[in-house]
């Protein structure tokens, strides 16, 4: 058996990929945990529920991407303390050291709860109040917002670093409202900052990790957050106090997860659902697949659903057997885990889609969708890549499960972006794994332009996104390897394309600068944004740059991996690559960056970073 284990463990981590495609190595990452003492009692207490029979009840997979702290005190003082209440703290200590694979012992160092803050202070500058920045998702800063522009970088000093207390990973956006800075965590606290000193005004406990950027409304008599986390569920939270108004499970299936970052817009939340789900097929035995995406509207001051469209609408059923004669359900997937777009004009949001994870292969897998704000009808779709059904038992030696479509895995990561053009009037412009960018009619869908920017990958191709500025499209491309051959040589690095033409207008391609460090590559897989005259990228070599938006010409250069930085809450924070979507954020001369993507294969970190400029000069 250990021959076979040992393979896979070195084909999957060759093939990982986000976002609901990197997570599939749990089950593998689950066998090196199976010599844990945990294992028999959460056998006995916990797999019933956790295995994932039971509706609402998150998948051990799940589980397993909280902290071993936070599944811990769901034990001891949250949801399943019922569940857990026959158990010692020794044998809950076990069980959570078993399901997250980390070890509880480790006292962790929190951010220390300010002395002095001003607080919250309604009317102060938002930026970011929600991750596209704009209702358009174009996450263009101006340099008056930013207070920061191109002259500011020769001389940025660090105003303070922040190790994010029990993270390998930093994914949850900053906001700047209020006065305060709102970011959510790899260990489920969501933190408001004191952008002074970065000590916490409040720190709110969510039930897992939040991978979401924090949403900042101030348009009712009580300023809100809203947020979601790993497990789906959905929150809202006053915006001066920490205090919880309302949580919702965004979706029943054990799988669920909220990944791509909601947006508010006239008093809703329009919520992205995503789910592990594929990653389950690795089992032979396992009746693949069952959950299929979605985009949920809920009431913002109350958290009630409002509309609920699926991506798929085909009725599911069994629709054959699998190579070992276990039943095949479909069709699933066409995930969501972008951030919705909006066009306030045309009243629609806009999302893209992963792939099908069963057979048959959909007509709205790695698609884009516009949706009408009010009832949430689809109102038209454009599928980029047909036939596309896969799963992570694809491609393992194991296939059992593998859909006889069998890839290529080419979903939309990224955002939808909403331009006005001169040439053509609204467009849909988003970038997909396969390398390429789309450009749509907003009103219809129609397609306008195409252009392959990057050879493509399981990683992206582009990963979590562009940007936009004017009628210019910044792309980043990761190109990471993926244990596949593509025909076209890797392209990782920053592009800028006319959002008129489809044209690229220049290409900065990255250096390899790794050196044979581990789990470094030089492609850029996080999102990417504008600030001013220059668009910044963090790379999965732990270099954040600044390229000239005219030229490509790299301005600015943070290894964030050279050295440790101290933080203030007395640990050392280190940076790894840059990764998921949690772009560079600036407001009032101070930039954020987040650094460090402990999963799949690429370097870990902990690094919150507020670099401050000094006055832009003219
Ligand atoms: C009878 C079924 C059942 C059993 C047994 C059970 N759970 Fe749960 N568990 C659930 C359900 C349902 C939820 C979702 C609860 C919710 O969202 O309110 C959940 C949620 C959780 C969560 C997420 C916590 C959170 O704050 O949302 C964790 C962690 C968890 N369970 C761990 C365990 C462990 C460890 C055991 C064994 C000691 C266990 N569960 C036993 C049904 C069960």
């Not at 991506?311 to 057997?321: D, L, P, Y």
Request: glycine letters at 12%.
């Amino acid at each position: 058996m250990w021959p076979l284990i040992l393979f896979l463990l070195i084909i999957v981590s060759g093939c990982e990929h986000e976002e609901l495609n990197s997570s599939n190595s749990q089950p593998i990452q689950r066998l090196s945990q199976e010599s844990l003492p945990g294992k028999a009692e959460y056998e006995r207490a916990c797999a019933t529920c956790h295995d994932g029979s039971l509706k609402k009840a998150p998948h051990r997979d799940m589980i397993a991407l909280m902290t071993p702290g936070s599944i811990f005190s769901a034990m001891t003082k949250g949801v399943m303390q019922t569940q857990a209440s026959n158990l010692s703290d020794k044998e809950r200590q076990q069980i959570a050291e078993y399901l997250s694979g980390g070890s509880l012992g480790q006292t962790v160092k929190k951010i220390p709860a300010c002395q002095e803050s001003k607080g919250y202070r309604e009317g102060s500058q938002i930026v970011g109040s929600n991750w596209g920045v704009d209702l358009n998702n174009t996450r263009y800063i101006s340099s008056d917002i930013a207070g920061l522009d191109s002259t500011s970088l020769g001389d940025l000093a660090i105003r303070w670093a922040i190790a994010m207390p029990g993270s390998t990973r930093v994914r949850s956006q900053p906001a700047f409202g209020g006065g305060l800075v709102f970011v959510g965590s790899h260990s489920g606290s969501v933190y408001a900052l004191d952008p002074d000193t970065g000590c916490a005004v409040w720190e709110f406990a969510a039930s897992g990790e939040v991978r979401t950027s924090i949403s900042v409304s101030e348009e009712n008599k009580q300023p809100m957050i809203y947020f979601g986390d790993v497990l789906a569920n959905v929150y809202g939270v006053k915006s001066d106090t920490g205090e919880l108004v309302w949580k919702i499970k965004a979706d029943d299936h054990p799988n669920a997860t909220i990944t791509g970052s909601p947006t508010f817009y006239g008093g809703n939340l329009y919520i992205p659902i995503s789910s592990l789900e594929v990653s389950n097929a690795i089992d032979p035995y396992y009746e693949c697949c069952t959950f299929r995406g979605s985009v949920l509207a809920v009431d913002g001051l109350t958290g009630k659903e409002v509309w609920k469209t699926y991506t798929i609408v085909e009725k599911a059923g069994v629709t054959g057997k699998n190579k070992i004669g276990v039943d095949v359900i479909g069709p699933s997937g066409a995930v969501v885990w972008n951030s919705p777009s909006i066009d306030k004009n045309n009243n629609q949001l806009f999302v893209g889609t992963g792939e099908n994870m069963s057979s048959p292969a959909t007509g709205t897998s790695d698609a884009l969708i516009a949706m009408d704000l009010n009832t949430g009808e689809i109102n038209w779709v454009f599928q980029a890549t047909e036939n596309d059904a896969w799963n992570v038992s694809c491609g393992l030696g194991a296939e059992e499960n593998c859909p006889v479509e069998n890839g290529p895995d080419f979903d939309f990561g990224g955002a939808t972006i909403v331009l006005d053009t001169s040439a053509h009037g609204p467009l849909v412009i988003a970038g997909q794994k396969s390398g390429f960018v789309h450009a749509v009619k907003s009103i219809t869908g129609e397609l306008v332009w195409q252009t392959r920017v990057g050879r493509g990958g399981i990683q992206g191709g582009i990963h979590f996104g562009i940007a936009a500025r004017d009628e210019t499209i910044f792309v980043p491309i990761s190109d990471m390897e993926d244990g596949k051959s593509y025909p076209d040589p890797d392209r990782p690095g920053m592009n800028a394309v006319d959002a008129n033409t489809g044209k690229i207008i220049w290409s900065t391609l990255h250096d390899n600068r790794c050196g044979g460090r581990e789990f470094c590559h030089p492609g850029i897989s996080q999102v990417v944004t504008v600030i001013g005259d220059m668009v910044l990228g963090g790379a999965m070599d732990g270099i954040i740059r600044a390229y000239a938006i005219d030229n490509g010409k790299i301005l600015w250069e943070l290894d964030t991996t050279k050295n440790e930085y101290s933080s203030i809450t007395g640990a050392m924070a280190f940076g790894g690559s840059f990764g998921g979507a949690a772009g560079p954020i600036a407001s009032d001369g101070l930039l954020l960056i987040s650094s460090g993507y402990g999963l799949y294969n690429h370097m870990p970190g902990n690094l919150l970073l507020a670099l401050e400029a000094r006055e832009i000069s003219d």
